[in-house]
C-alpha cells in the first residue's frame, strides 16, 4: 500500500489529486495537510495545469480532523483552534483562488472538515453511495472549513440549520435535489464523469474562468451597483486575454476554439 497521504496524478493539462489515508477515511493528519498544501502550490505554479481533481482513496472521500491526533495519553481533549489557523483556514482560502477550476469528486462518505472541504471547491460530483455529513455536533464542535458559510448559501438556512445542528447523513441525491453539489452519477461513472469535465476545463480559456471565479466569490459581500463595477472590470481584464479573440475568432469561422490559457495582454 503506498503512504504517502497524498497521491497526484499528471494528466494533460489537469492533475489528479487523492487523499490518502483510506484505513482512516482519508481524516487530516498533520502530514496530509502539508502534503495537500505543497501539491496546491506546484499545481498553482505549473502553467500546463488549468484543472484539479480532488477525491479520496478507498470506500471515503474524507472524515475531516484524525480524531485519533485530539487525544491526548490522559484521555484529555486538546484546545483547538491553531489548527485551523494553521491549515484548514489556509486550505479553504486556496481553493478557492486557484486560478482553475477545482473539480471534487466525492467517493464515499464526507464528513466534518471534509464535507465542508468538497462543498469549497468548485464543481461537486459524487458518487450515489456518497454521503455529506456535517459531523461536528455530535462530538460537541462547530461546523469549521467555511462550513457555517457555505452551507446557507448553498441550501437556505433552514436547510443548513439542521444539518449542522442534527448531524445526519445528506445523501448525494438529496444534496444534489438540495442544490448543495453539482450532480450524483452512479458510482462507477464518478471518475470517468469527473476527469471528463477536467479534461474540458484543461482546454477552457482558464483565465476567464478564474475570473469567473473571483465574480461569483465577490458577488456574496457586494451590492448589485458593486457588482456591475466588479464585472466591467473583470470583464476589460477577460478581453485583453488572447483566449477572448480566439473564442470570436474561432465562432466566426465555425470550428473548435483553440484555447491556450494563458493571461498575456494582446499589445
Ligand atoms: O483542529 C481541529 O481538530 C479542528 C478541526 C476540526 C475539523 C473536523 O473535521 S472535526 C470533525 C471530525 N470528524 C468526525 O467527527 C467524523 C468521525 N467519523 C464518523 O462520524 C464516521 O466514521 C463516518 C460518518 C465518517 C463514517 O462512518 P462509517 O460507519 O462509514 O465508518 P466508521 O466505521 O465509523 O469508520 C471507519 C474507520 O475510520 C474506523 O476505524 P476502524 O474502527 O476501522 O479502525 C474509524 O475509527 C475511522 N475514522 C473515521 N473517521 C475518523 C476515523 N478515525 C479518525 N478520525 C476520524 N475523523
Known amino acids: ?5 497524498i497521491l497526484v496524478e499528471r494528466r494533460t ?27 496546491l502550490s506546484e ?12 477525491t479520496g482513496a478507498g470506500r471515503g472521500f474524507c472524515a475531516g480532523q484524525d480524531l485519533n491526533d485530539r487525544l491526548s495519553r490522559a484521555g484529555e481533549t486538546s484546545v483547538l483552534g491553531g489548527a485551523l489557523e ?7 482560502r ?17 464528513a466534518g472538515a471534509g464535507a465542508n472541504i468538497a462543498l469549497a471547491c468548485d464543481v461537486v460530483l459524487a458518487a450515489r453511495s456518497a454521503s455529506f455529513v456535517q459531523a461536528f455536533a455530535k462530538i460537541g464542535l462547530v461546523p469549521d472549513s467555511g462550513g ?4 446557507p448559501r448553498l441550501v437556505g438556512p433552514a436547510r443548513a440549520r439542521a444539518l449542522a445542528l442534527t448531524g445526519e447523513p445528506l ?23 469527473a476527469e471528463k469535465l477536467c479534461g474540458e476545463f484543461a482546454d477552457a480559456p482558464t483565465v476567464g474562468l478564474a475570473l469567473i471565479k473571483r465574480a ?15 464585472e466591467r472590470e473583470l470583464q476589460r481584464q477577460a478581453s485583453l486575454t488572447p483566449d477572448y479573440a480566439e473564442g470570436v475568432r474561432a465562432f466566426m469561422e465555425k470550428r473548435k476554439p483553440r484555447f491556450t490559457g494563458r493571461s498575456d495582454p494582446l499589445r
Open 1 to 5: 500500500m503506498d503512504e504517502r497521504p
Open 13 to 39: 493539462g489537469y492533475r489528479i489529486v487523492t487523499l490518502n489515508r483510506p484505513q482512516r477515511l482519508n481524516a487530516f493528519n498533520e502530514a496530509m495537510h502539508v502534503a495537500l498544501r505543497e501539491t
Open 43 to 54: 499545481a498553482e505554479s505549473d502553467p500546463a495545469c488549468r484543472a484539479l481533481l480532488l
Open 86 to 92: 494553521a491549515y484548514y483556514n489556509p486550505l479553504v
Open 94 to 110: 486556496k481553493l478557492r483562488a486557484l486560478p482553475f477550476p477545482i473539480v471534487a469528486a466525492v467517493n464515499g462518505v464526507a
Open 148 to 151: 457555517t458559510w457555505i452551507l
Open 171 to 193: 445523501p448525494a441525491e438529496k444534496a444534489e435535489a438540495w442544490g448543495m453539489i453539482w450532480k450524483a452519477v452512479d458510482d462507477g461513472a464518478l471518475m470517468t464523469e
Open 216 to 230: 461569483l466569490d465577490e458577488s456574496w459581500d457586494n451590492d448589485l451597483e458593486a457588482q456591475l463595477e466588479l
